[in-house]
């Protein structure tokens, strides 16, 4: 007997060794490539695992803020930007005074007043391109070729009205649905590869196909129309990878995705995200935030960028199991504020990071727009709508939430 279960453990664990050394085998297929023949970007580049500010020669960690100026009674629901007038100057006074020094961009179009008041400081930014994350299927080509056709026009945007010379990055979508991911994955099981005119990946899912060839796509668009090039990448969140070992993920295993088919990885991670809140304690702060950085710093060669963290101050909570996801008080900010910082700033790999991005700097009363004149509403149970440091009060006057402002001045200003 004791022969036969010794013979069952032998089994066991070399079934055990086979199933590991293919993980391994399987994560170890999955590559992403830059063509080396394909220019670098003017002024902000990847150097190994840091991003350098050409400018000065120096790696950059970038204080970042969440930038969405839609005041009430406005709303990108129908391709709209935040309204062409003189709030711009203010808005980037309050910036400048809590020591941001890149503003992550949501709105496809800003008007030619904020890159005016972009002119009389020394920021930087960054464009996030919104595309469809609940499509039924990414590889659609009718899908692909809308969503390119929005690509250039933010592209075309940027060199008619923006500030290029100013300009970080592109990030081309922000945060798939899992469902759509995992749609995706089914429907095309033999798309595994892709060869484009400069970015080569292997080994992938559909959904990381699909999202390949639209950066690759989008940059020969910019080599092309303009000669130049600037950053690429795809902003993702920890609900759907790419670290695998949580038990809460919205994804089995075989279908997470891995935001690192660009220059650098994006990522939204929050603290009661699914796959952070589950995370083992960080080296140095023992915070489940701090844990999920250092082991995303482990697992990838590319600068990794922190697009949104934040907290809803909602009067409401309305999903109580969900804790700190709405119901915060500013107090209960600043703190989370604080422990980020310094998870990020202490964290084993830190020198991986290359910025943080505070989310947001006021609050939207459009989001998330499911309902017809939802931004003339501040509506107390939709946590979206509150993320702000600044809270909009009548004539679209900003009011500081507590001490918000200083909280991140005194970080931001800090090592």
């Known amino acids: 007997m004791r022969e036969f279960m010794r013979v069952k453990r032998s089994i066991f664990l070399?079934?055990?060794?086979?199933i590991l050394a293919l993980g391994m085998a399987q994560a170890a297929g999955k590559t992403v490539r830059i063509h080396p023949d394909t220019p670098r970007p003017g002024r902000f580049v990847v150097e190994g695992t840091r991003l350098v500010?050409?400018?000065?020669?120096?790696?950059?960690?970038?204080?970042?803020?969440?930038?969405?100026?839609?005041?009430p009674g406005?709303?990108?629901?129908?391709?709209?930007?935040?309204?062409?007038?003189?709030?711009?100057?203010?808005?980037?006074?309050?910036l400048k005074g809590m020591g941001v020094n890149y503003l992550h961009v949501f709105p496809l179009r800003m008007p030619a007043n904020f890159f005016t008041a972009l002119d009389a400081t020394d920021?930087?930014?960054?464009?996030?391109?919104?595309?469809?994350?609940?499509?039924?299927?990414?590889?659609?080509?009718?899908?692909?070729?809308?969503?390119l056709a929005n690509i250039r026009q933010v592209i075309d945007h940027t060199y008619a009205v923006g500030r290029p010379e100013r300009l970080v990055l592109f990030s081309i979508g922000d945060e798939l649905q899992a469902a759509t991911v995992e749609r995706t994955n089914k429907l095309h099981p033999e798309v595994r590869d892709y060869r484009g005119k400069?970015?080569?990946?292997?080994?992938?899912?559909?959904?990381?196909?699909?999202?390949?060839?639209?950066?690759?796509?989008?940059?020969?668009?910019?080599?092309?129309?303009?000669?130049r090039r600037h950053l690429y990448t795809h902003t993702s969140w920890t609900h759907i990878g790419p670290i695998a070992d949580r038990p809460d993920l919205e994804l089995p295993r075989e279908h997470l995705l891995a935001p690192d088919m660009g220059?650098?990885?994006c990522m939204n991670i929050y603290t009661y995200a699914n796959g952070v809140k589950t995370s083992p304690p960080g080296s140095v702060t023992g915070t489940s935030y701090q844990g999920y950085l250092e082991e995303l710093a482990a697992t990838t060669r590319l600068p990794i960028l922190v697009t949104q963290v934040?907290?809803?101050?909602?009067?409401?909570?309305?999903?109580?199991?969900?804790?700190?996801?709405?119901?915060?008080?500013?107090?209960?900010?600043?703190?989370?504020?604080?422990?980020?910082?310094?998870?990020?700033?202490?964290?084993?790999g830190a020198d991986r990071f290359c910025g943080l991005v505070f989310f947001e700097f006021q609050d939207e009363w459009w989001k998330?727009?499911?309902?017809?004149?939802?931004?003339?509403?501040?509506?107390?149970?939709?946590?979206?709508?509150?993320?702000g440091i600044y809270e909009v009060g009548r004539n679209n006057k900003l009011f500081p939430k507590g001490d918000l402002p200083e909280v991140v001045r005194s970080l931001f200003t800090g090592p």
């Open 74 to 94: 406005e709303t990108p629901q129908h391709g709209a930007g935040p309204g062409n007038d003189g709030r711009y100057t203010q808005h980037l006074a309050l």
């Open 263 to 265: 220059d650098l990885i």
């Open 368 to 387: 998330i727009g499911w309902t017809p004149e939802d931004e003339f509403r501040h509506e107390a149970g939709d946590p979206e709508e509150w993320f």
């Open 123 to 147: 920021l930087v930014y960054g464009q996030d391109i919104w595309i469809d994350p609940f499509t039924p299927d990414l590889l659609d080509e009718d899908y692909l070729a809308k969503t």
């Open 198 to 227: 400069h970015l080569t990946v292997t080994g992938r899912s559909a959904s990381e196909v699909a999202l390949a060839r639209l950066i690759d796509q989008a940059m020969d668009y910019e080599l092309t129309r303009y000669g």
């Open 310 to 348: 934040g907290f809803s101050t909602s009067p409401i909570m309305p999903r109580p199991e969900l804790a700190d996801y709405g119901g915060n008080r500013a107090q209960r900010v600043a703190e989370g504020f604080r422990s980020v910082w310094r998870d990020i700033r202490s964290a084993r």
């Open 53 to 71: 500010d050409r400018a000065d020669g120096r790696a950059v960690f970038f204080r970042g803020m969440g930038y969405s100026p839609y005041m």
């Open 14 to 18: 070399l079934a055990l060794i086979l």
